[in-house]
């Protein structure tokens, strides 16, 4: 009996060590679309980031958009859309171009919904995560950035959007099943009370089940057509949840 035990405790010890190297691996890697980070491009990205902040502090949001460079293409493309249909509703747009669901959540976590509490927040995030995070990845970004937004503004219903289509010219066929498997996921997380979704891609797609240049030229962002549809598509949600 000492025998085989002295014959099997090596073998019990080398085997702990293995599994505890392998949980300590585990814990070490970390979800990058979780993983809050600050941008070094733009170059003004904190600037705005800052001014964001401080437009947070001087209060008066009732809606408040956040995401990327689709939401923040309201300001150029989709500026006189925006002057239409959110001009005189107190809106602010918190959009940056690039940013991926890490730098939303770095921005959340820094102040940009410290001391607001908008009637809604329009959140739109994730299509630059879709070409190098998984689905699942992205979905847990998604998620974790409505968490902290449920955490900072409570009172604050949120309008959660489907990831816009796309198929640019580097997009590969992949990009488009990882977007789709992202809003099946997000879907989920609408309560019926705080947190709704809303899937309005069919009104940018054509007969072909692609956007085409007349809505987005480049194929990923909406002209001002495109934004006027994003409006029209959204209005009756956004309306029930303003009331």
């Known amino acids: 009996m000492k025998k085989l ?16 190297e392998t949980n300590s691996h585990a814990t070490a890697i970390k979800n990058p679309a979780t993983t809050p980070v600050t941008r070094g491009s733009p170059t003004n990205w904190l600037a705005r ?8 502090q001087a209060g008066g949001i009732d809606i408040l958009f956040m995401g990327d460079s689709i939401t923040d293409n309201w300001r150029s493309r989709g500026k006189n859309v925006w002057e239409k249909a959110y001009g005189s509703r107190h809106a602010a747009n918190f959009g940056i171009g690039g940013d991926r669901t890490q730098h939303v959540i770095w921005r959340i976590e820094n102040g940009e919904l410290d001391g607001i509490d ?7 995030i994730g299509t630059n995560n879709s070409g190098t995070e ?3 990845q992205i979905s847990e970004g998604v998620e974790k950035i409505v968490s902290d937004m449920r955490e900072k503004c409570p009172k604050s219903k949120i309008l959660l959007l489907a990831i816009f289509p796309r198929n640019t010219t580097k997009d590969s066929p992949k990009v488009m099943q990882t977007i789709h498997q992202v809003n099946e996921r997000i879907a989920k997380l609408d309560d019926g ?16 089940g692609k956007v085409h240049a007349d809505i987005m030229p480049d194929f990923l962002h909406p002209n001002e057509h495109g934004y006027q549809l994003w409006a029209d598509a959204m209005e009756p949600t956004l309306d029930k949840m303003l009331k």
């Open 118 to 124: 908008p009637k809604v927040i329009v959140l739109m």
């Open 134 to 136: 998984s689905p699942d």
């Open 49 to 56: 980031h800052e001014g964001f902040v401080k437009q947070a």
């Open 5 to 20: 035990f002295a014959f099997l405790l090596p073998i019990f010890l080398a085997s702990a060590c293995v599994a505890q």
């Open 193 to 208: 009370k705080m947190i709704t979704f809303l899937d309005i891609n069919k009104v940018f797609l054509g007969d072909d």
